[in-house]
């Protein structure tokens, strides 16, 4: 049986699946760009706001193309859209942080805190509508309820000040980064 007659006789969570096990490798690139981002921003405590400004826009960015790419590659695309959705969000805050560089703390950190929110309702929407094609959909969702609890914690805790902030910032970044590299290797190994 060739691809597309198989790919023809599964239902839309397998499709989704079957797309995510052959793209894991972006899931781990989404990872370790996270990682990154984590062990930056915390090896440089005294970042600057504009610094973390850019050092933030090109993490969203990069990670929101990753997502689109993600979405857009593969079968049964328009099964996808909570992916493409995290994506252009990411992208969007991305270009943001990039066009006004000058925003205060306060709004650096509304505008992280939105984004995290966002993204990880959507992607514990994916991954509900994953759960039962995979056995490992709980790592979606660990991820999605860490950025949504990230983002409710930014959003009530401005005062703590942008560099004081630093800190938490890159070690959700670093749990968020491991979780998706560990996500990519089971999907990895899905694939096989």
């Given at each position: ?10 239902g ?20 370790l ?34 997502a ?26 991305g ?27 959507f ?9 039962k ?41 670093i ?18």
């Open positions: 049986m060739n691809n597309s007659t198989r790919a023809g006789s599964l839309p969570g397998a499709l989704i699946l079957h797309s995510l096990a052959k793209n894991w490798w972006m899931l781990l690139l989404r990872g760009v996270s990682i990154l981002f984590g062990v930056l921003a915390i090896a440089w405590p005294g970042i600057t706001i504009l610094s973390l400004m850019i050092l933030y826009g090109a993490y969203a960015l990069v990670d929101g193309l990753f689109i790419f993600a979405a857009v590659s593969g079968n049964a695309a328009s099964h996808r859209w909570w992916l493409a959705v995290v994506g252009i969000v990411g992208v969007l805050a270009l943001v942080a990039f066009a006004w560089p000058g925003l205060t703390a306060l709004a650096l950190l509304m505008l992280i805190a939105a984004w995290a929110i966002v993204s990880g309702i992607e514990i929407v994916g991954a509900i509508r994953l759960r094609e995979i056995d490992n959909e709980w790592l979606l969702i660990l991820h999605g309820v860490i950025s949504v609890l990230f983002g409710l914690f930014v959003w009530s805790q401005p005062g703590e000040g942008a560099l004081a902030i630093i800190w938490v910032i890159g070690a959700y970044a749990i968020a980064g491991i979780i998706l590299c560990v996500l990519a290797f089971r999907l990895r190994s899905h694939a096989h």
